[in-house]
């Protein structure tokens, strides 16, 4: 299924990308990108799970892609949130990596890192 998904995407992609350059006064933001596959993975997490992940405690969840092959999680907590409780939405959060990687068959190159931040409040 997310195989179809991403092949509708790519389909979509490519027939958008025909249309605007074929108009003479498109904006330069209409050019064609190709993201690489782990700018989509980061993109992909950051669309599916973010909104899973933050919460009351947590002020900001992230998926960024990291070159050459790192997705950093980076986490903004506020006091209120028990080390326990960051630590498992942390360790979730690894788990949706390494789950949806393994589900494009990338999980032997992607490597993950971890970036947390109290806010202090």
């Known amino acids: ?6 092949l509708s995407v790519s389909f979509f992609a490519g027939a958008m990308a025909m249309l ?7 904006s330069p933001l209409m050019v064609p990108y190709t993201p690489t596959r ?17 919460g009351e405690k947590i002020s900001s969840f992230d998926f960024t892609a990291v070159a050459p092959d790192t997705i950093m999680i980076s986490v903004t ?9 960051v630590d498992k939405v942390i360790d979730t959060a690894k788990t949706f990596v ?24």
């Open 20 to 26: 605007c350059s074929t108009q003479k006064n498109a």
């Open 38 to 54: 782990l700018e989509w993975l980061a993109l992909d997490l950051e669309s599916r799970f973010k909104s899973q992940l933050e």
């Open 98 to 121: 390494e789950a949806d990687a393994q589900s494009y068959g990338w999980s032997k190159w992607v490597r993950i890192r971890v970036e947390r931040k109290n806010l202090g409040l």
């Open 77 to 85: 907590y506020t006091n209120d949130a028990p080390a326990a409780f």
């Open 1 to 6: 299924m997310k195989r179809l998904v991403a």
